[in-house]
């Protein structure tokens, strides 16, 4: 069983750890675009590219055209 190399973080970048436990929050089935905004509130400053190209694909594809998100105008 072959094991990925270890990927450099980013200053201030979180610990593979967190980024799991973050990735599935942010696409796991009860993840809203509230809760993705939420989370990258709190954490967002700590997040991988991925975790953050995922919190930005998923707030657009959750957010839809009628939430509170459109509303903000």
Same mark, same amino acid.
């Given at each position: 069983?072959?094991?990925?190399?270890?990927?450099?973080?980013?200053?201030?970048? $979180?610990?593979?750890?967190?980024? &799991?436990?973050?990735? #599935? +929050?942010? @696409?796991?089935?009860?993840?809203? =675009?509230?809760?993705?905004?939420?989370?990258? $509130?709190?954490?967002?400053?700590? &997040?991988?590219?991925? #975790? +953050?190209? @995922?919190?930005?694909?998923?707030? =657009?594809?959750?957010?839809?055209?009628?939430?509170?998100?459109?509303?903000?105008?």
């Amino acid at each position: 069983m072959s094991r990925q190399p270890r990927t450099p973080r980013s200053k201030g970048e $979180a610990p593979r750890k967190f980024q &799991f436990q973050w990735g #599935n +929050l942010l @696409t796991g089935p009860m993840a809203t =675009a509230e809760s993705v905004l939420a989370l990258f $509130a709190a954490e967002g400053h700590r &997040f991988s590219v991925r #975790n +953050l190209s @995922t919190a930005a694909h998923r707030v =657009a594809k959750l957010g839809g055209r009628m939430s509170e998100l459109s509303r903000d105008r």
